[in-house]
């Protein structure tokens, strides 16, 4: 059974960190690219990264870009995704999803999609 699974959400004050993690099970991780989503309420869902499947290209929206990173490890076929520097406006729920091999800010690209995790960034 074909499953990702975001973890690491949660509540943080402005200016803390969080990661999140995009665990799969029933493919190989190594072998898509993935790609972090998010989406506040009332907005659009966003792109903000993505790690192609060999891990040699890494793309950021210019919204996160120098505040987020990707990662992924292999062996724990997961995905992860460090924010630093959090405010109010990184607000969202979070996916991972997952595609062929190549990234793709258009989420229609992807086939499978977790179930999101909550963040919310307040005092």
């Known amino acids: 059974q074909l499953q990702l699974v975001e973890s690491g959400g949660g509540l943080v004050q402005p200016g803390g960190s969080l990661r999140l993690s995009c665990a799969a099970s029933?493919?190989?991780?190594?072998?898509?690219?993935i790609a972090w989503f998010r989406q506040a309420p009332g907005k659009e869902r966003e792109g903000i990264s993505c790690i192609n499947a060999s891990g040699g290209t890494t793309n950021y929206a210019d919204s996160v870009k120098g505040q987020f990173s990707t990662s992924r490890d292999n062996a724990k076929n997961t995905v992860y995704l460090q924010m630093n520097g959090l405010n109010s406006e990184d607000t969202a729920v979070y996916y991972c999803?997952?595609?062929?091999?190549?990234?793709?800010?258009?989420?229609?690209?992807?086939?499978?999609w977790g179930q999101g995790t909550q963040v919310t960034v307040s005092s």
């Open positions: 999803a997952v595609r062929g091999s190549k990234c793709s800010n258009r989420p229609g690209d992807y086939f499978y």
């Open positions: 029933g493919f190989i991780l190594r072998n898509n690219a």
